[in-house]
T-cell receptor, first 115, second 113 residues
């Protein structure tokens, strides 16, 4: 597969464990915070988003937590599976203004799930 | 199948030889964007378009041009490619009101020698 980063943070878990991936963001004015998953050789894929006026949102096997006080975002994956192995990116998005539509990505975290 | 397609997937070219990377989406999305992905630098936005005939610069527009003559297509043009444009390029699209949920193409690996 193609390398997407050098010296990215890594997280190794056993199949069935829960995974927590963290991200520090920079722009307090962002309207949305999002998690994307990128598998080797593919484009990023949307996982889940959270609006800035929320602190928690749940999806299927995933939960995103937003702590605006410390500008921290996390993605929790329940019962992690080998198919979850990928690079995970957090991103920020503006819903209006001159930066409308722009996604600003974090550096990414490599998640490896061992069977 | 709803998708974003890019062509070519791989391209090796020489400095100064104009090239175009095509991007097409079949989801009737208003918003389209180009990103480049480089080791250690992550994904950075090059250009984006909010609708037909409306384009604007992203974070790293130098050396690139785009056009949006049709809703479904958003080609990326490198008029005079240089080695520092060697990168992995992604096209993405979304509905205008949901730009946080962008659909990405499979990527184009460009090498400029």
């Amino acid at each position: 597969g193609e390398s997407v980063g050098l010296h990215l943070p890594t997280l190794s878990v056993q199949e069935g464990d829960n995974s927590i991936i963290n991200c520090a963001y920079s722009n307090s004015a962002s309207d949305y915070f999002i998690w994307y998953k990128q598998e080797s050789g593919k484009g990023p894929q949307f996982i889940i988003d959270i609006r800035s006026n929320m602190d928690k949102r749940q999806g299927q096997r995933v939960t995103v937590l937003l702590n605006k006080t410390v500008k921290h975002l996390s993605l929790q994956i329940a019962a992690t599976q080998p198919g979850d192995s990928a690079v995970y990116f957090c991103a920020e998005n503006m819903a209006g203004g001159t930066s409308y539509g722009k996604l600003t990505f974090g550096q990414g975290t490599i998640l490896t799930v061992h069977p | 199948e709803a998708q974003v397609t890019q062509n070519p997937r791989y391209l090796i070219t020489v400095t100064g030889k104009k090239l175009t990377v095509t991007c097409s989406q079949n989801m009737n999305h208003e918003y389209m964007s180009w990103y480049r992905q480089d080791p250690g630098l992550g994904l950075r936005q090059i250009y984006y378009s909010m609708n037909v005939e409306v384009t604007d610069k992203g974070d790293v527009p130098e050396g690139y041009k785009v056009s949006r003559k049709e809703k479904r297509n958003f080609p990326l043009i490198l008029e005079s490619p240089s080695p520092n444009q060697t990168s992995l390029y992604f096209c993405a699209s979304s509905f205008r009101g949901a730009s946080y949920e962008q659909y990405f193409g499979p990527g184009t690996r460009l090498t400029v020698t």
